[in-house]
């Protein structure tokens, strides 16, 4: 309890209970038995506390989950004078459950009742204002005469009411029940020199939108507010509109306060001006001015979310959503209007496989009628951090099944995740996908709360090439549930539908209809009730109409309402909650290197398909390994509980179960690469023992490759005939026995120029040693490359300076307080849920956080390396006692890699980790690569989008001042701009500083994600920079960074070789700025597809060709491998046009070419040259 602040200078404070800041959060919500009478709250001013005495929700009689009865909240205050004057009383509520009580109000036996009527809020003071599409805020002044007052005890008593009172059982999403008032805060206070008016009487017209079909025909429903100062015997009512008088009876039952009165005025249309009169101890005239409401119908889109493993084991969440599927189908038995939504592909795969033959033909069936939607997607993914194939391949599952199945395919649509990748409006447009809805939860991603997206659905979303999609952003996923209550009730469709509609109430909103999107929370067991709603509603009103519906039936007749006059938006949402990632680490730096290895995996097993009959990659291994991709990519990464209760068992079993999804896809994606050596190496036959390094990129590189090489031995370019060095690594432990090998060594090299989407050989050769590397003593702290000159800290295990000798510019900023290079141990933000680093809240600050920066050892160690310099320092920091640096320089290439050996301490206090990278540039503008594209976060991220961290593709990259410098972070997805994570949720994208900050590591999260980490880890770096901004080269060098050359040993034999014994490309792609994205079988076994990038934002023409292969047919597709036009062939290739950043997917039929003696006979996809079902020739 505080002091009350006057509104007026006149005023006087007497007490004030709470904060008016649109929260409840200092009031007591926990340990409540609602049904214990004696626990209704006393309040004594002056000694009660706000967090102990006074209850943030105080439910209605009608709440039968609450005992079904009034709960009268008093307030008892001394006024230690004779009252005097007006004292007014200030309440602020929330409305967050499903119907919106009234406030019965009785000062020392004086009663009055009165009405709320919320606005929307957006400001989530509240929990429930992340998640509850009606969260609104009112709030009620009322004076109240001296004479009502006491000198001495005064007793206040607060009671919400319900109309109608009868008593049911329904959940919110508040616990418990649907019906009752949220207090924000209260206040007393006194004019003293005020008087009280016992003869008020003021009145307000508000027409609803609700319509009856009466006698007359169909009327509008008005509401009357009456408002008396004083007591009032029964009177009328009296509205004339249009020459016509409505009149209606009303009978105040409290002494003062409102009176509401419903009167049904036929339908009509614009405005319309009328008079109100008042008759009771007077009579009293009111000009009024009335305006139609919309004649709405809202399409509930009946779904329920899946969390795979966020409530219990994923299995276990396969059954309980099979299990909804059952009473879904069942309800669409019983009521044939009823409609069903899957929340992904996943939810289809798992019913299959749990059901019977007959419950797998009805689901089919019920698909194939389209009362259950297949939606496009396979499950709610992390758009941000997965792979522009990922993306495509999220898809794929929906669409072949359908193909298969003789299924269609509804609209897509991402549930709880809050935020989306730019890039996936391009990959949805590209596979063919009309509709998107976004249903967003807003806990620690105010997307929906800064930018009000659900006031500016429907958009067309545009992606960096231009593609659109129709999007429709709804607030929450669970609509129905949290508006109308599970189960529904009526009273609370007519409490919260006129305040989820003024979301819609904008002129240009040009539609009559809206979306109500879900209807039940996730992995919980069917609600039959929700399936007899729209027949019990339309019982009562014609207006608004309630029709079950789908996403894609939906937003199709939206589109067509619109006519033509939907906004355009480009841009992108950001990754907020892609900032679990950070949470465990060794695991995310897993499955960033799967998502590279799987495209080269892919590669390596095409291309001796194509050349020789029969040959096929392991499609099983491969089909894993996505399936687990797409899994880690999903948005559930543990149980619910895992922050609260970090050991228990479900904790680190789900953990494992996550941590699996990615060593499992390394282990198959590395199979399937073994098996594609096995076959490509069929192809070569050398005549000596050879390594044989792949590069799957489009464009020849060199590269470091490491592999065993056995004692004595030395390896010879088999292009140049040289003997190549190399860089002993680390010396094996052996036993030598006859004719089973003796002494190795795992060495690393340099493979020079290797062809792009194409192989070199290094002959292996008994040779002297001529490995290791050359140890030198530091003299100083300076080392140099024929690129760049950079100063060692070994104080702070960081580099001081870094000049580009090209640019004669000074590349870091010497002001900053952390080094170049640093590591960055950040503590703080302990006391959660009470700080914005929990979540974002009006009332939650941003903690203070302590950066430490690590200390050296002061050592330096450095090694001339056979292509650079090596230099390694130490260093540790809070909870790091050991970080291990490595930098290299190049001779041939202008980069430097870093590499960071971290060993952590495992602890649950909430944490972070960085790198920094503060370069120097006083008006730094930033820019980082999307999955197709780049975004420039000043410009092209959306309103309410993350701009306190973000997820890169493959760089990252600063410029300014006559320069432009780039991090390529292999091992983790997330960075910063300007400064650390601090809980700010800016609005505006303002950099503190030129730094960019590889947020390696997190705990923010207070459930889902891995509560604490441990252990050892390696996050590898990239830095470059030039004179100026090119982002088709800095993709091209994120692209080497990330993918490593593969390297496969292969004996010598006496075969001919079908191809060159030294080196070749096996496919030409002749414009630098189209990179081969992946060269795969295609999905239903017709020939090859290949998909292409466009990188530059270029349009422009590219031809493909290989000297190995001619392609006999070929056609452009859709992501989805769909024929859409025939290509012709040239030159034993194809041309193809290419638009900005546009992804181009092409089927390939082809058989070995002139120059491959591999050409035996056509294998069997090759001689098949029809089409697939539905292409166009």
């Given at each position: 309890?505080?002091?009350?602040?006057?509104?007026?200078?006149?005023?006087?404070?007497?007490?004030?209970?709470?904060?008016?800041?649109?929260?409840?959060?200092?009031?007591?919500?926990?340990?409540?038995?609602?049904?214990?009478?004696?626990?209704?709250?006393?309040?004594?001013?002056?000694?009660?506390?706000?967090?102990?005495?006074?209850?943030?929700?105080?439910?209605?009689?009608?709440?039968?989950?609450?005992?079904?009865?009034?709960?009268?909240?008093?307030?008892?205050?001394?006024?230690?004078?004779?009252?005097?004057?007006?004292?007014?009383?200030?309440?602020?509520?929330?409305?967050?459950?499903?119907?919106?009580?009234?406030?019965?109000?009785?000062?020392?036996?004086?009663?009055?009742?009165?009405?709320?009527?919320?606005?929307?809020?957006?400001?989530?003071?509240?929990?429930?204002?992340?998640?509850?599409?009606?969260?609104?805020?009112?709030?009620?002044?009322?004076?109240?005469?001296?004479?009502?007052?006491?000198?001495?005890?005064?007793?206040?008593?607060?009671?919400?009411?319900?109309?109608?009172?009868?008593?049911?059982?329904?959940?919110?999403?508040?616990?418990?029940?649907?019906?009752?008032?949220?207090?924000?805060?209260?206040?007393?206070?006194?004019?003293?020199?005020?008087?009280?008016?016992?003869?008020?009487?003021?009145?307000?017209?508000?027409?609803?939108?609700?319509?009856?079909?009466?006698?007359?025909?169909?009327?509008?429903?008005?509401?009357?507010?009456?408002?008396?100062?004083?007591?009032?015997?029964?009177?009328?009512?009296?509205?004339?509109?249009?020459?016509?008088?409505?009149?209606?009876?009303?009978?105040?039952?409290?002494?003062?306060?409102?009176?509401?009165?419903?009167?049904?005025?036929?339908?009509?249309?614009?405005?319309?001006?009328?008079?109100?009169?008042?008759?009771?101890?007077?009579?009293?005239?009111?000009?009024?001015?009335?305006?139609?409401?919309?004649?709405?119908?809202?399409?509930?889109?009946?779904?329920?979310?899946?969390?795979?493993?966020?409530?219990?084991?994923?299995?276990?969440?396969?059954?309980?959503?099979?299990?909804?599927?059952?009473?879904?189908?069942?309800?669409?038995?019983?009521?044939?209007?009823?409609?069903?939504?899957?929340?992904?592909?996943?939810?289809?795969?798992?019913?299959?496989?749990?059901?019977?033959?007959?419950?797998?033909?009805?689901?089919?069936?019920?698909?194939?009628?389209?009362?259950?939607?297949?939606?496009?997607?396979?499950?709610?993914?992390?758009?941000?951090?997965?792979?522009?194939?990922?993306?495509?391949?999220?898809?794929?599952?929906?669409?072949?099944?359908?193909?298969?199945?003789?299924?269609?395919?509804?609209?897509?649509?991402?549930?709880?995740?809050?935020?989306?990748?730019?890039?996936?409006?391009?990959?949805?447009?590209?596979?063919?996908?009309?509709?998107?809805?976004?249903?967003?939860?807003?806990?620690?991603?105010?997307?929906?709360?800064?930018?009000?997206?659900?006031?500016?659905?429907?958009?067309?979303?545009?992606?960096?090439?231009?593609?659109?999609?129709?999007?429709?952003?709804?607030?929450?996923?669970?609509?129905?549930?949290?508006?109308?209550?599970?189960?529904?009730?009526?009273?609370?469709?007519?409490?919260?539908?006129?305040?989820?509609?003024?979301?819609?109430?904008?002129?240009?909103?040009?539609?009559?209809?809206?979306?109500?999107?879900?209807?039940?929370?996730?992995?919980?067991?069917?609600?039959?009730?929700?399936?007899?709603?729209?027949?019990?509603?339309?019982?009562?009103?014609?207006?608004?109409?309630?029709?079950?519906?789908?996403?894609?039936?939906?937003?199709?007749?939206?589109?067509?309402?619109?006519?033509?006059?939907?906004?355009?938006?480009?841009?992108?949402?950001?990754?907020?909650?892609?900032?679990?990632?950070?949470?465990?680490?060794?695991?995310?730096?897993?499955?960033?290197?799967?998502?590279?290895?799987?495209?080269?995996?892919?590669?390596?097993?095409?291309?001796?398909?194509?050349?020789?009959?029969?040959?096929?990659?392991?499609?099983?291994?491969?089909?894993?390994?996505?399936?687990?991709?797409?899994?880690?990519?999903?948005?559930?990464?543990?149980?619910?509980?895992?922050?609260?209760?970090?050991?228990?068992?479900?904790?680190?079993?789900?953990?494992?179960?996550?941590?699996?999804?990615?060593?499992?896809?390394?282990?198959?994606?590395?199979?399937?690469?073994?098996?594609?050596?096995?076959?490509?190496?069929?192809?070569?036959?050398?005549?000596?023992?050879?390594?044989?390094?792949?590069?799957?990129?489009?464009?020849?590189?060199?590269?470091?490759?490491?592999?065993?090489?056995?004692?004595?031995?030395?390896?010879?370019?088999?292009?140049?005939?040289?003997?190549?060095?190399?860089?002993?690594?680390?010396?094996?432990?052996?036993?030598?026995?006859?004719?089973?090998?003796?002494?190795?060594?795992?060495?690393?090299?340099?493979?020079?120029?290797?062809?792009?989407?194409?192989?070199?050989?290094?002959?292996?050769?008994?040779?002297?040693?001529?490995?290791?590397?050359?140890?030198?003593?530091?003299?100083?702290?300076?080392?140099?490359?024929?690129?760049?000159?950079?100063?060692?800290?070994?104080?702070?295990?960081?580099?001081?300076?870094?000049?580009?000798?090209?640019?004669?510019?000074?590349?870091?900023?010497?002001?900053?307080?952390?080094?170049?290079?640093?590591?960055?141990?950040?503590?703080?933000?302990?006391?959660?849920?009470?700080?914005?680093?929990?979540?974002?809240?009006?009332?939650?600050?941003?903690?203070?956080?302590?950066?430490?920066?690590?200390?050296?050892?002061?050592?330096?160690?450095?090694?001339?390396?056979?292509?650079?310099?090596?230099?390694?320092?130490?260093?540790?920091?809070?909870?790091?006692?050991?970080?291990?640096?490595?930098?290299?320089?190049?001779?041939?290439?202008?980069?430097?890699?870093?590499?960071?050996?971290?060993?952590?301490?495992?602890?649950?206090?909430?944490?972070?980790?960085?790198?920094?990278?503060?370069?120097?540039?006083?008006?730094?503008?930033?820019?980082?690569?999307?999955?197709?594209?780049?975004?420039?976060?000043?410009?092209?991220?959306?309103?309410?989008?993350?701009?306190?961290?973000?997820?890169?593709?493959?760089?990252?990259?600063?410029?300014?001042?006559?320069?432009?410098?780039?991090?390529?972070?292999?091992?983790?997805?997330?960075?910063?701009?300007?400064?650390?994570?601090?809980?700010?949720?800016?609005?505006?994208?303002?950099?503190?500083?030129?730094?960019?900050?590889?947020?390696?590591?997190?705990?923010?999260?207070?459930?889902?994600?891995?509560?604490?980490?441990?252990?050892?880890?390696?996050?590898?770096?990239?830095?470059?920079?030039?004179?100026?901004?090119?982002?088709?080269?800095?993709?091209?060098?994120?692209?080497?960074?990330?993918?490593?050359?593969?390297?496969?040993?292969?004996?010598?034999?006496?075969?001919?070789?079908?191809l060159p014994g030294d080196q070749a490309s096996l496919l030409k792609i002749d414009n630098p700025d189209v990179v081969l994205v992946t060269w795969k079988q295609a999905e239903e076994g017709e020939g090859s597809i290949m998909r292409l990038e466009e990188i530059a934002g270029r349009a422009g023409k590219v031809h493909l060709s290989s000297p190995f292969l001619t392609v006999e047919k070929a056609w452009r597709c859709s992501a989805l491998e769909e024929n859409q036009s025939l290509l012709q062939p040239t030159d034993?290739?194809?041309?193809?046009?290419?638009?900005?950043?546009?992804?181009?997917?092409?089927?390939?039929?082809?058989?070995?070419?002139?120059?491959?003696?591999?050409?035996?006979?056509?294998?069997?996809?090759?001689?098949?040259?029809?089409?697939?079902?539905?292409?166009?020739?």
């Amino acid at each position: 309890m505080a002091l009350a602040s006057p509104a007026f200078a006149a005023e006087k404070p007497v007490w004030r209970i709470g904060v008016f800041d649109k929260s409840s959060s200092e009031f007591r919500s926990q340990g409540i038995d609602y049904s214990d009478l004696r626990q209704d709250p006393v309040y004594r001013v002056g000694k009660s506390k706000d967090g102990e005495d006074w209850q943030r929700f105080q439910p209605g009689p009608a709440n039968g989950m609450a005992g079904g009865r009034v709960h009268p909240f008093t307030i008892v205050f001394e006024l230690p004078e004779t009252p005097r004057g007006v004292y007014r009383l200030r309440i602020a509520i929330l409305y967050e459950t499903p119907r919106l009580s009234t406030l019965h109000l009785e000062i020392n036996g004086h009663a009055g009742l009165f009405y709320f009527h919320p606005r929307l809020d957006y400001a989530a003071g509240d929990w429930e204002g992340t998640f509850v599409p009606l969260t609104s805020t009112d709030e009620k002044l009322i004076e109240l005469p001296a004479a009502w007052m006491r000198r001495g005890e005064n007793r206040l008593v607060l009671t919400a009411l319900d109309d109608p009172p009868a008593v049911e059982n329904s959940l919110g999403s508040i616990a418990p029940g649907h019906t009752g008032i949220v207090y924000d805060a209260l206040e007393l206070t006194q004019d003293p020199e005020a008087r009280y008016d016992r003869a008020r009487v003021q009145a307000k017209v508000i027409p609803s939108i609700f319509y009856r079909n009466t006698p007359a025909g169909p009327a509008e429903v008005v509401e009357v507010f009456i408002e008396f100062a004083g007591r009032q015997p029964h009177g009328e009512v009296r509205l004339t509109v249009g020459g016509n008088t409505f009149r209606e009876r009303f009978v105040p039952e409290p002494e003062f306060g409102e009176c509401r009165v419903e009167i049904n005025i036929p339908e009509w249309t614009g405005e319309a001006a009328g008079k109100l009169t008042i008759r009771s101890t007077g009579t009293r005239d009111f000009p009024v001015k009335l305006e139609a409401a919309k004649k709405w119908t809202l399409f509930i889109v009946p779904h329920e979310h899946l969390d795979i493993g966020f409530t219990d084991y994923p299995e276990k969440v396969a059954e309980l959503q099979s299990q909804s599927v059952d009473g879904a189908m069942e309800a669409i038995r019983q009521h044939p209007d009823f409609r069903w939504t899957l929340d992904g592909y996943w939810i289809a795969q798992s019913y299959l496989a749990g059901r019977s033959k007959e419950k797998q033909r009805e689901f089919l069936d019920m698909i194939r009628e389209g009362k259950v939607i297949l939606p496009a997607q396979f499950a709610n993914q992390h758009t941000g951090t997965a792979s522009l194939e990922g993306l495509i391949r999220s898809l794929y599952g929906s669409h072949f099944f359908a193909q298969r199945n003789g299924l269609p395919v509804g609209a897509a649509h991402i549930t709880d995740v809050p935020s989306y990748s730019w890039s996936y409006a391009s990959v949805l447009h590209d596979a063919g996908v009309k509709y998107f809805l976004a249903a967003g939860n807003s806990w620690r991603a105010p997307a929906i709360l800064q930018g009000r997206w659900n006031e500016k659905s429907p958009f067309y979303w545009e992606g960096p090439d231009g593609g659109r999609v129709l999007m429709w952003y709804s607030r929450a996923y669970l609509q129905t549930a949290t508006l109308f209550g599970t189960p529904p009730r009526l009273a609370a469709v007519h409490d919260s539908l006129p305040v989820f509609l003024q979301a819609y109430s904008r002129p240009a909103y040009k539609a009559d209809a809206a979306i109500v999107f879900g209807t039940q929370l996730e992995n919980t067991q069917f609600s039959k009730e929700q399936a007899e709603l729209v027949k019990q509603w339309q019982a009562l009103y014609t207006w608004p109409r309630l029709e079950y519906s789908t996403v894609g039936a939906a937003l199709g007749a939206i589109e067509k309402q619109f006519q033509g006059q939907i906004p355009v938006m480009r841009g992108d949402f950001g990754p907020y909650w892609e900032d679990g990632f950070g949470s465990d680490s060794f695991y995310t730096a897993l499955h960033r290197q799967n998502q590279q290895r799987i495209l080269t995996a892919e590669e390596l097993g095409s291309i001796p398909a194509a050349l020789r009959s029969g040959l096929r990659p392991d499609a099983g291994l491969l089909a894993r390994a996505w399936e687990n991709i797409l899994r880690f990519d999903e948005h559930t990464w543990t149980y619910v509980g895992a922050t609260t209760q970090p050991e228990s068992v479900e904790t680190r079993r789900q953990t494992a179960l996550k941590r699996a999804e990615a060593t499992e896809a390394s282990d198959d994606i590395t199979s399937s690469i073994d098996r594609s050596w096995g076959q490509l190496e069929s192809l070569l036959a050398p005549k000596e023992n050879s390594l044989v390094v792949f590069n799957s990129l489009s464009w020849p590189r060199g590269g470091t490759v490491s592999v065993d090489l056995q004692d004595g031995s030395g390896i010879l370019d088999a292009v140049t005939g040289k003997e190549v060095a190399w860089e002993t690594v680390s010396v094996g432990k052996s036993t030598a026995l006859p004719g089973f090998g003796g002494g190795y060594r795992h060495v690393r090299f340099f493979a020079d120029d290797v062809p792009g989407v194409g192989y070199k050989l290094y002959a292996v050769r008994p040779a002297a040693f001529t490995g290791g590397t050359e140890r030198i003593a530091p003299s100083g702290n300076v080392f140099e490359s024929p690129y760049y000159r950079i100063e060692i800290d070994p104080a702070s295990g960081g580099v001081a300076s870094i000049l580009d000798k090209q640019l004669h510019r000074e590349l870091v900023d010497t002001k900053s307080p952390y080094r170049f290079g640093a590591y960055v141990y950040v503590s703080g933000a302990d006391k959660m849920p009470n700080n914005s680093l929990y979540r974002y809240g009006a009332a939650l600050k941003p903690p203070k956080l302590t950066p430490a920066p690590a200390a050296g050892s002061g050592r330096i160690e450095a090694h001339i390396l056979p292509w650079g310099t090596s230099i390694a320092m130490e260093s540790s920091a809070p909870n790091t006692p050991l970080i291990r640096t490595e930098i290299t320089l190049f001779n041939n290439a202008k980069r430097i890699e870093f590499s960071f050996h971290v060993r952590k301490n495992y602890v649950l206090t909430k944490e972070a980790a960085y790198i920094a990278f503060p370069f120097s540039a006083e008006k730094p503008a930033f820019a980082y690569e999307t999955q197709n594209g780049w975004v420039d976060p000043a410009v092209d991220e959306l309103p309410g989008g993350s701009r306190e961290w973000y997820a890169v593709n493959h760089w990252a990259a600063v410029r300014g001042d006559g320069f432009a410098a780039s991090v390529t972070p292999r091992d983790a997805p997330l960075v910063n701009f300007g400064d650390i994570v601090r809980g700010n949720w800016p609005e505006k994208f303002a950099p503190a500083s030129a730094t960019i900050f590889s947020w390696l590591m997190n705990n923010y999260w207070g459930t889902n994600f891995v509560p604490g980490q441990g252990g050892d880890f390696t996050f590898r770096y990239a830095v470059t920079s030039d004179a100026q901004f090119d982002a088709a080269a800095l993709t091209r060098a994120g692209w080497e960074a990330m993918t490593p050359l593969e390297a496969d040993p292969i004996g010598a034999t006496l075969e001919t070789s079908p191809l060159p014994g030294d080196q070749a490309s096996l496919l030409k792609i002749d414009n630098p700025d189209v990179v081969l994205v992946t060269w795969k079988q295609a999905e239903e076994g017709e020939g090859s597809i290949m998909r292409l990038e466009e990188i530059a934002g270029r349009a422009g023409k590219v031809h493909l060709s290989s000297p190995f292969l001619t392609v006999e047919k070929a056609w452009r597709c859709s992501a989805l491998e769909e024929n859409q036009s025939l290509l012709q062939p040239t030159d034993g290739g194809i041309e193809l046009e290419v638009h900005p950043f546009e992804v181009v997917t092409v089927r390939l039929l082809t058989r070995p070419g002139k120059n491959s003696s591999a050409a035996q006979p056509v294998s069997d996809n090759e001689s098949q040259l029809g089409s697939q079902p539905g292409s166009k020739q």
